[in-house]
């Protein structure tokens, strides 16, 4: 009975949200190039069965935050099996030590997360030894940080009117859930160039971003999908690209139909597919832990013992709602 209420929960949600991003798209201006809007199903925490699923509905992106995660999930023999042609999206962030073990994964399509020249050199070299210069290039996109916030505290201040009165443990579970990595926005152009002139191994794709948390769109449209639009045509401009070419990486299951609307052809969706997600209190909250322990302060491991408890602080948070 558990399968035959999933299959169609889950069939249900898929065929909503593919309507309702084609009636996103069919709303976009004609100035915006006319891109179909890829849709990633975001299956963090969600058992294979369940991508699997989905996988039967005729969704064939998939996203998952955690390096561990994706490769238990991308290696799963029921997902070999049922799913040969998956195409897995990294979308966390990547730490330089798990680049190798990334790299590993099966069907890998696309990283969204490079953040940096650093991190770009490294997962060019890294692609280059594991599959070999010959093989295809590895696509990735360059994560910006659009929204720019200064510092931890104007991070609480644009939360909560009342972020002086949170505790210690409060505010760290707010800065789990709204911490983003990213690259300065006027660095944009120089990293593209050097992924494109030096990266031979990788396929620059677009950029992408997180966006701010919350934000009122009776404001206007989100500054942040704005910010990833002109630094798109920036870099078209500076290195000669067509704009159709260059995808933005923006819109998740709260804002996905706006940022559609206004550009994005590639959005992240996950709790409107498969549900709220549920983090076990546990050692089980990294899949198949290494023996060899992660550094105390990894995000690879504290963001996910802090979520659930953070998604719990959040609901009780002052934020302005769509």
């Given at each position: 009975m558990w399968k035959v209420a999933m299959s169609e929960e889950v069939g249900k949600a898929i065929q909503s949200v593919v309507e309702r991003v084609n009636q996103a798209a069919a709303r976009r201006p004609k100035t915006l190039p006319a891109v179909t809007p890829r849709l990633v199903a975001v299956s963090k925490t969600k058992p294979p069965e369940m991508v699997i699923e989905a996988y039967r509905q005729g969704q064939r992106n998939f996203g998952e935050n955690y390096v561990n995660e994706l490769v238990d999930k991308a290696s799963d023999p029921l997902i070999l099996e049922s799913c040969p042609d998956i195409k897995w999206h990294f979308i966390g962030h990547l730490q330089k030590n798990n680049v190798n073990k990334l790299l590993g994964v099966p069907n890998l399509f696309l990283i969204e997360t490079v953040d940096s020249v650093k991190l770009a050199e490294?997962?060019?070299?890294?692609?280059?030894?594991?599959?070999?210069?010959?093989?295809?290039?590895?696509?990735?996109?360059?994560?910006?940080?659009?929204?720019?916030e200064k510092s931890e505290l104007s991070l609480l201040n644009r939360l909560s009117t009342n972020a002086h009165t949170l505790s210690v443990g409060q505010k760290f579970c707010v800065m789990s859930v709204v911490g983003k990595h990213g690259l300065p926005p006027e660095e944009t152009v120089n990293t593209v160039k050097h992924i494109v002139s030096q990266c031979s191994a990788l396929h620059f794709s677009g950029l992408m971003t997180i966006g701010r948390y919350g934000y009122n769109l009776s404001l206007g449209p989100n500054p942040d999908f704005e910010m990833l639009l002109s630094r798109r045509q920036e870099v078209c401009d500076s290195l000669q690209l067509p704009v159709e070419e260059v995808e933005l990486s923006m819109g998740m299951s709260t804002d996905f139909e706006h940022a559609i609307e206004v550009g994005s052809t590639n959005v992240r969706v996950g709790s409107i597919i498969f549900g709220n997600r549920e983090y076990p209190n546990s050692a089980t909250n990294t899949p198949n832990p290494s023996p060899v322990p992660s550094p105390a302060h990894s995000p690879e491991k504290t963001s996910k013992v802090v979520s659930e408890e953070a998604s719990k602080k959040m609901q009780h948070l002052t934020v302005s709602q769509q």
């Open positions: 490294k997962v060019n070299s890294s692609w280059q030894r594991l599959r070999g210069e010959s093989m295809q290039r590895l696509n990735v996109m360059v994560q910006i940080n659009t929204s720019g």
